[in-house]
Structure formats: structure tokens, C-alpha cells
């Protein structure tokens, strides 16, 4: 990271409760020379290797996924989150950041890369003994192996600790006995080593390394798919399988750590490699507006497709900043802890479990609003396959799906900013009451005389984040234990908390961009992001104003919303001048220009 930085470690969640200082939000305008060449590495082996063949990878072509999964093993593009001992590179969070941002573009040979290189090798990398990492982690690191991860089965999905697969030990104590079946599994037919979760006697949730050759283990049939159909999706079929007794990944019965922490592993990665996507849809989608001529000229001249070009280029921006946000945040409580203990790994990105669904959530729905518009940009050649937009919009569909769908994401953020609060981590519910006495206290009448670039856009997430405490705040203290019954006030305000650390993070990268290099030379950073908080805010306005009428009535209701009102309160921007300008821009540089 870049040495400029300061590097105070900043709590996950504790954005809600300060102000942001530019100086600590990570950038890409932050990244080393040495990342900026694994990025453009990573680049440069998807165009020029994946793209080519995706015609083969979208027709299951497993020999030429592999060949190709192999070469970007030789390119250190697997074993970059690989401890050195174990044939690794071991390197920083932000790097594999990259790696994940722009390994996008043939969602299929991504899913199945992302499968091998993420939640394939990490439940051995955090919880393998020495023995099980000198055995695997070589092997899938350089390609020679692909692996997997089997979570899913067809009655426990988003409630993955509702698991029916049983594991027993042989009566000769020498190996585990397993039995159920797994869904969903991306590398199915071809992975050679599986992470699979059971309950040890039907009871203990647990971790197990399985390989393709153990005796009882099989594949099914690949599954039809909306999109991604070059994948390998297949359920794994355990008929008394017989494992070592040394493939037990972890301790008995704490399955449910590995599981769910290197979920958030996923959920951030998953995030940078859907905002990687979504700079390329906004490619596919200028350089056809550009030469997509109607009424006489190119269609990227009219007002209608500037704004759907220009909401794409803020959204994105907005989504990156707060994807490599959070990697700095990351990146810095790693470099306070020991590396080479995964138990302290495991509690470096369990801090910012929040941010990393925040980001998952809002990396999806931006990729899917880009390439729903990019479709529509495309009209009817949009819907037809002699145009990639068509497979775009189908592949990135599952995107809300995998890695917790967004509804349980959306729980997930506020659900986890109430137990931090509740076990005294964040001082949540006293902020929250600080809140409650200045809104009743009226407005302040004090002038505000700043000036400086973004100031009211800074007031603007300022508000954000106390409408979120407001609304923490009042629902917890309504429903207290049974608020988690609750989910849609918690869909609701966890809808407020992203637009809140989106807002924030563009703001805190775009001061730190004018404090480097003045406004004049960042002013379609500006502009995206006074665009992007002009309308997040009329979006959290909405969400608010739903979770409030189902948590209050009468004059109660009446005072937060008058609080609403003030704290969402903004003057008239002129967003059509915004959108021209950076539309215009884009349309210029035919993709994305931060």
C-alpha cells in the first residue's frame, strides 16, 4: 500500500459512527506499481487467452478450462493468496483484489477460476493442518489440481447449517463414512478435491477435504442453466464414501467458522470481480452507442442514452471505491496481526464481515442495472446471441444468488451491527441515542459557510449515516429480541447502510483525489459522485420512509419523518448538465475513465 496512507486500523461497521477522513479511504489511485502489474498481467491473460476461447469454455469443453486455469496458475494467478512455504506468492489482500476485479469478462471460466482460486484452496489455506497444506495447497496453486466447494444441498441453501450429509467414523477408527448429497457445485464434473461440509453422528457440523477418487464419491448430471452454461454445475454424490481419518478440515462441530468466513472471503471478491465486470458491459455499451446510428445519428448524442451511460459510469465508481475501500481496511488490520496464524486471519476478515456484504450486495445490482442497460442500449440486438449483451445479462443473473443471496446479505448488515453493539463493540445504540435527543431538539439555524469541494455532499453522508442510526436505533428499541423477524425493516435500512458506505467511500476518494491534484484535473470524479449522492439519497430517502411507517405510527411517525425531511433535504442539482458531461466522456474513452 501506498506509504502516504495513514494507517490506523478502523473497526468494520465503525463508518456509521465517525467521520470519514479522506486520507484512510484506499483507492485504486493508491495501488503500487507492483499491483498495477498484476492487475494489467490479469488483464492481459483474459483478453488474450480466455476470450478467444470462449466459444470452446461455453460449449463444456473441460480439457481446454483446465489448460486454461493451468496457465493462469503459471502467471501466479491462483497461488497469490498461497503462504510462500506452501509454493505461494503470498500476496497483499489488495492484489488479490485485482486479480479478482479483473478475472471477469467469460463469467464461465470465472465462476469455475474464481471456485478453485477463492473458496476452493482458502478452507485449507485457514484451516488445514501443515500436512493437509504441504499436500494441497502446491497442487491447486499451480493448476495441476482444481478444486471446489460443496456448502448447498437441496434443503439447505441459504440456511446451510440445516445440512442433512452425515459423517461417522469406521469402526476401525481409521476413516470417515459419508453419506448425503451436495448441489449447485461449480467445477462438479472436473474439480480433483472438494471442501464438503456434513454432521459428524447427524449432530456436529463439520469440514472435510474429499478428492474425486475416494471411494463412494461421484457427480451428477450438469445442471441446465439461465447462463454462466460453460460452467461445470453438478451436484456431488456421497454414497459411504470412505475419507482418510486425516481429512478432517478444522476441529468437529466448528464447520460452521470455515463456512461462513471464507463466505466473506467470496462476498468480497465476488464484489471487485462484478465491478471488473461492469466496467467492461459499460464498454460494450458506448462503443455501440457510439456507432449505433438513428434519425441520422449515433444514438450516444441522445439524452435518453447519455443517462443510462452516465448512471453506469457513477454507479461504478461509487461500487469501487467502496470495493477497494474496504481492501485497504483489510490490508491494514493484516498488516497488525501474525499472517502465519489463520486463526487471527479468520478474525482480520470477520471484522469487516459488513463491509464485505455491503460490497457483494451493491457489486451485483450495479453489474445487473449495467447490463440490463446495456441490453437495452443494444435494443434489439441486445437480444439476440450475435451480441454478447445477451449473455452478459443471463450470466451475471446468478451473481444475487451465490456467496448468500442478497436477501440474506441484507440481513446479515444490520443483524451484524446490532450484535457488535450488544457485546459493547460498537457504540451503536449510544450514538443512536445522541441522535434521537438532536433530532427532537429542531433544526439548527447555525450558517453553513464551507465551501470547499463535495461540502455538501459530505453534509449529505453525514445525514445518511444518521438515518441508518436512526433507523437501528428506533427499530431495536420497538421490537428489541424479535427485530430479527423483522426482515423487512432490516431489508430496508440495510438498503440505507450500503447507499450510506458507497456515498461515503466515493466522497473520501474524490477529496483525496482533489487535495492531490486540485478539482479542475478530478471533475468527472466530482461529477460522479455528486451525481451518485444526489440520487442515493432520494433512494434512502424511499427506504427510510418504508421502515419508519412499519416501525412507528401516529406523532412518533410524524417527528422522524420530520427528521426525514430535514436530514435528506438537498438543493436542486442539475444532473441532465452531469450526465452530459460524463456520458460524453465516456462515450470518448468508449468505457470506463477513472
Not at 163 to 186: F, V
Amino acid at each position: 500500500m501506498a506509504a502516504a496512507l495513514e494507517k490506523e486500523v478502523i473497526k468494520g461497521g465503525a463508518f456509521l459512527l465517525q467521520e470519514t477522513l479522506p486520507a484512510s479511504v484506499y483507492s485504486p489511485e493508491d495501488f503500487t506499481e507492483e499491483q498495477l502489474l498484476i492487475g494489467q498481467t490479469t488483464t492481459e491473460f483474459f483478453d488474450k487467452e480466455i476470450i478467444p476461447n470462449s466459444e470452446k469454455i461455453e460449449s463444456k469443453d473441460y480439457e481446454i478450462q483446465r489448460e486454461l486455469i493451468k496457465k493462469g496458475a503459471d502467471l501466479g494467478l491462483i497461488n497469490a493468496s498461497i503462504p510462500e512455504e506452501y509454493d505461494g506468492l503470498e500476496l497483499d489482500h489488495v492484489s488479490n483484489m485485482l486479480i479478482a476485479e479483473n478475472m471477469s469478462g467469460q463469467a464461465s471460466f470465472s465462476t469455475g477460476f474464481g471456485a478453485t482460486s477463492s473458496i476452493g484452496l482458502l478452507p485449507i489455506v485457514l484451516f488445514g493442518t501443515d500436512e493437509q497444506k504441504k499436500k494441497y495447497l502446491p497442487k491447486i496453486g499451480s493448476g495441476e489440481w482444481i478444486g471446489a466447494y460443496c456448502l448447498s444441498e437441496s434443503g439447505s441453501g441459504s440456511d446451510a447449517l440445516a445440512a442433512k450429509s452425515t459423517a461417522r467414523l469406521s469402526e476401525d477408527g481409521q476413516h470417515w463414512i459419508l453419506n448425503g448429497e451436495k448441489m449447485w457445485i461449480t467445477n462438479g464434473a472436473f474439480a480433483d478435491v472438494f471442501t464438503v461440509f456434513a454432521k459428524v453422528d447427524g449432530q456436529h457440523f463439520t469440514g472435510f477435504i474429499v478428492e474425486k477418487n475416494d471411494p463412494g464419491i461421484s457427480h451428477g448430471n450438469e445442471e441446465h442453466k439461465l447462463g454462466q452454461r460453460g460452467s461445470s454445475t453438478t451436484p456431488i454424490l456421497m454414497q459411504d464414501a470412505k475419507i482418510p481419518k486425516d481429512r478432517l478440515l478444522g476441529t468437529i462441530g466448528k464447520g460452521h467458522l470455515i463456512a461462513f468466513n471464507v463466505l466473506n472471503f467470496g462476498r468480497i471478491k465476488m464484489g471487485a470481480g462484478a465491478i471488473g465486470g461492469s466496467k467492461r458491459v459499460l464498454s460494450q455499451a458506448a462503443k455501440y452507442a457510439a456507432q449505433r446510428q438513428q434519425f441520422g445519428r449515433a444514438i450516444a448524442t441522445f439524452g435518453a442514452i447519455k443517462y443510462k451511460l452516465a448512471e453506469m459510469a457513477a454507479r461504478i465508481y461509487a461500487g469501487e471505491s467502496a470495493v477497494y475501500r474496504t481492501a485497504g481496511m483489510i490490508e491494514t488490520k493484516e498488516e497488525t496481526i501474525d499472517k502465519k496464524n489463520p486463526a487471527e486471519m479468520m478474525k482480520a476478515i470477520e471484522e469487516y464481515a459488513i463491509e464485505c456484504a455491503i460490497i457483494k450486495v451493491a457489486g451485483t445490482e450495479t453489474l445487473f442495472y449495467c447490463a440490463d442497460e446495456n441490453v437495452q442500449i443494444h435494443g434489439g440486438n441486445g437480444f439476440t446471441e450475435d451480441y454478447p449483451a445477451e449473455g452478459v445479462y443471463r450470466d451475471c443473473r446468478v451473481n444475487r444468488i451465490y456467496e448468500g443471496t442478497n436477501e440474506i446479505n441484507r440481513l446479515l448488515i444490520p443483524g451484524q451491527l446490532i450484535k457488535r453493539a450488544m457485546k459493547g463493540g460498537l457504540p451503536l445504540f449510544q450514538a443512536a441515542l445522541k441522535l434521537q435527543d438532536e433530532l427532537l431538539a429542531g433544526p439548527s439555524f447555525d450558517i453553513d459557510e464551507d465551501d470547499s469541494p463535495l461540502a455538501k455532499e459530505r453534509k449529505l453522508a453525514a445525514n445518511a449515516k444518521k438515518i441508518a442510526l436512526m433507523l437501528i436505533g428506533s427499530a431495536a428499541q420497538k421490537f428489541q429480541a424479535a427485530l430479527t423477524e423483522q426482515q423487512m425493516i432490516l431489508s430496508w435500512a440495510a438498503d440505507v447502510i450500503i447507499e450510506a458506505f458507497q456515498i461515503d467511500s466515493a466522497i473520501g476518494r474524490t477529496i483525496k483525489l482533489i487535495d492531490r491534484g486540485g478539482a479542475d484535473k478530478h471533475s468527472y470524479a466530482i461529477d460522479a459522485t455528486k451525481l451518485y449522492t444526489h440520487d442515493a439519497i432520494n433512494r434512502i430517502d424511499i427506504a427510510a420512509k418504508n421502515a419508519l411507517a412499519a416501525i412507528a405510527e401516529g406523532d412518533e411517525l410524524r417527528i422522524m419523518l420530520t427528521a426525514l425531511r430535514r436530514l435528506t433535504k438537498q438543493e436542486p442539482l442539475n444532473t441532465a448538465a452531469i450526465r452530459e458531461r460524463l456520458s460524453d466522456k465516456v462515450v470518448e474513452a468508449g468505457g470506463y475513465i477513472f
